[in-house]
């Protein structure tokens, strides 16, 4: 049974750093591409980062790269999204998500499992 439960989640102010982690109790994280999502207030829910099965490939939406990194520890079946340089603009619940393949998607469509969320609040 696949849980993805998020966790890192907090307030900072702008210039500051969070670490999310996203853990599968079912252990089913290591087989699977996973992806970290993002839903600000009133917004669609976008994709922010993804990363394939054994984390050699990894992608980014422009308004992160270079800020955020996401990565993966199979052995804790865990994916992790470090941030960086955070902005106002951040501020969102954030989601992991595990895709249907081994393949790094930016697409949502192509996600499956997703966890409850963890709040990002980035203040000015």
């Known amino acids: 049974q696949v849980q993805l439960v998020e966790s890192g989640g907090g307030l900072v102010q702008t210039g500051g750093s969070l670490r999310l982690s996203c853990a599968d109790s079912?252990?089913?994280?290591?087989?699977?591409?996973m992806g970290w999502f993002r839903q600000a207030p009133g917004k669609e829910r976008d994709v922010v980062a993804a990363?394939?099965?054994?984390?050699?490939?990894?992608y980014y939406v422009d308004s992160v790269k270079g800020r955020f990194t996401i990565s993966r520890d199979n052995a804790k079946n865990t994916v992790y999204l470090q941030m960086n340089n955070l902005k106002p603009e951040d501020t969102a619940v954030y989601f992991c998500?595990?895709?249907?393949?081994?393949?790094?998607?930016?697409?949502?469509?192509?996600?499956?499992?997703w966890g409850q969320g963890t709040q990002v609040t980035v203040s000015s």
């Open positions: 998500a595990r895709a249907r393949g081994q393949r790094a998607t930016m697409r949502r469509n192509e996600y499956d499992y």
């Open positions: 079912g252990r089913t994280v290591s087989s699977y591409a």
């Open positions: 990363i394939n099965w054994g984390g050699g490939s990894t």
